[in-house]
């Protein structure tokens, strides 16, 4: 019975963002949603977007405070981390009922409309508990050196989206990164 309570919670928080991703296309006309590879979008593959990042990441520090939502900074970059792993090739198991949404979800990740403030978070993604700040600082800027360093070379397709352009991959990161950054006011 909890496999499926947790089935459950999980389908609820794919289809919450999803509604919340289908009412915000419908209601804003600020944004054009276009293709990222028609777009001149930053991308973490490219070096001046790659160093601002890493600035922005070392311009925290553990008394940073978000704007909105649930993570303190050392969470924060604990997630980011973990997004950035998979991004780097790292396997996960998916679970079904994301694989079913995966084209919509590849769409709201790469397409060029920033994320809306307290969208919820994937399960698998949320982080709870006390993280060291200084350690899950240095783990992200280590992932992010290592997505940066593989800009050239072969890359496996992602678990959930499935095979992505370079551009994708670097504007992909660097939204979700931003998005957090920013979270944290840096």
Known sequence: ???YTNLFLRLRCVMKILFLRLEINLKSTRYE????????????????????????????????TPGWGKMDVAQMLAHC?????????????????????????KKMVTNTKPYTKNLPTAPDYVK?????????????????????????????????FGKMTDLERGWAMYKHH????????V
Do not use: C, W
Request: aromatic share 12%; net charge negative.
């Open 1 to 3: 019975m909890p496999e």
């Open 81 to 105: 981390a973990e997004v950035q792993e998979v991004m780097n090739g790292k396997q996960v198991k998916v679970p079904f009922y994301m694989k079913l949404f995966s084209g919509f979800i």
């Open 33 to 64: 949603v276009m293709p990222v590879k028609k777009l001149d979008v930053k991308s973490l593959y490219e070096e001046k977007y790659y160093q601002e990042m890493v600035q922005r990441v070392h311009d925290l520090t553990p008394q940073s």
């Open 178 to 185: 931003d998005h957090h950054l920013k979270q944290f006011g």
């Open 128 to 160: 709870v508990g006390v993280h060291n700040f200084e350690e899950e600082k240095q783990y992200f800027l280590d992932v992010l050196q290592i997505f940066f360093e593989n800009r050239t070379s072969e890359k496996e397709p992602h678990p959930v």
